[in-house]
């Protein structure tokens, strides 16, 4: 499948797309200049299903890996999580010419990253997403960090990897729950960025959903897709903020939820079809847009119902999100498939009745 480079002057890096890579991942860091101490950041199922394979291949390379195993789940992001790596990474005296990998989805690849950015003020970062939703998403563009009770990802930092390796072939030990979950940001970027794309998701969603070639093609659009987006707008000064579509109503639906009943991916695929419902209610898109992302969502075997909330505490629950802005809520809208627009709607005089026919 090749590879793609995200250009940042002097914090370009490749991310490189290769079916049994993991194989590859030592010869690719002894190419990049590393050496010697390595951690690995993983976590117990991820290092029983992929950790060998990793370990034999910098050995191979001269490295001297050492695996720093996390709790897995959404509730273990948090600062005391990174605490216990710091305390691994002392006591095996990583420096801060050690890099340090993240083995694994999106939880493990973003508080490593973080672990990174702030170990002796930064040490190189390398990402192996062994999840769909971290290959398309986090493990590209440098958003690190952990989540706090008060809100999801409110602590953390922009820190870009040294190289990023996809691996298809680790897909297949996924869950098929974990597959769906990860093609709702694959969706989204058909939503906010490619007709085309969307198009192809439509026409060739069976075959996705058994990890068929397209998957292939779809991945790798969506990493092209957020690499553009990235190169423009690295801190989510403007342009990059559409990739929050659908994350506004998303982040608030996991935290009400506790981070218990849905995945990420699935308060996504939710908050997009409500960020479309808006959308149309608005005026801004038309009933035919609005239902064909309904359609895709429901197609790829994603849930499309909010939990039953009641819209005064949804509308606290995104104030707290970190895409507020101001006294303003920041939403992402889309007009056409490919094509969307920011909207700010004062907390103070927020539609609930529009929002009321969307839950």
Not at 89 to 103: G, K, T, V
Not at 123 to 135: A, D, E, G, M, Y
Not at 168 to 173: A, I, R
Not at 193 to 205: G, T, V
Request: glycine content about 10%; some cysteine; aromatic content about 8%.
């Amino acid at each position: 499948m090749g590879s793609i480079t995200v250009n940042l002057g002097e914090r370009s890096y490749p991310i490189y797309f290769l079916s049994g890579g993991l194989e590859d991942i030592g010869n690719l860091m002894f190419k990049a200049g590393f050496k010697d101490k390595v951690g690995i950041i993983t976590n117990p199922l991820v290092n029983g299903l992929h950790g060998a394979r990793v370990i034999s291949s910098l050995k191979n390379n001269g490295f001297l890996p050492t695996v720093i195993e996390i709790p897995d789940g959404e509730e273990y992001k948090n600062l005391e999580t990174v605490s216990n790596i710091y305390n691994n990474l002392i006591l095996n005296r990583m420096e801060r010419s050690s890099p340090i990998i993240a083995l694994g989805g999106g939880v493990v690849g973003d508080i490593a990253g973080f672990a990174a950015a702030t170990y002796l003020r930064g040490v190189p970062f390398v990402q192996i997403p062994t999840t769909l939703l971290s290959q398309v998403d986090s493990s590209v563009g440098g958003k690190t960090g952990v989540n706090h009770p008060k809100g999801k990802n409110l602590i953390g930092a922009f820190y870009q990897p040294r190289l990023v390796l996809i691996d298809s072939d680790v897909l297949k030990t996924l869950a098929q729950r974990e597959i769906r979950t990860g093609l709702a940001e694959v969706i989204k970027y058909g939503i906010i960025k490619d007709a085309n794309l969307f198009s192809f998701l439509e026409k060739n969603h069976q075959d996705i959903l058994k990890l068929g070639s397209s998957v292939d093609y779809a991945i790798k659009r969506s990493c092209e897709i957020k690499t553009e987006i990235v190169e423009k707008d690295e801190r989510e000064k403007g342009l990059r903020a559409i990739l929050n579509f659908g994350h506004t109503f998303g982040h608030a639906i996991e935290s009400l939820t506790d981070y218990k009943e849905f995945k990420h991916g699935e308060a996504v695929a939710i908050g997009m079809v409500m960020a479309a419902g808006l959308s149309y209610k608005m005026g801004v898109c038309s009933h035919d847009t609005y239902q064909r992302i309904k359609n895709i969502v429901e197609m790829f075997g994603l849930p499309i119902t909010p939990p039953q909330i009641e819209p005064d505490r949804f509308i606290k629950a995104m104030e707290t999100d970190k895409k507020a802005a101001g006294a303003n809520l920041r939403f992402v809208l889309v007009k056409n498939i490919g094509d969307v627009m920011f909207h700010e709607v004062g907390l103070d005089g927020f539609p609930l009745d529009l929002f009321r026919d969307i839950l």
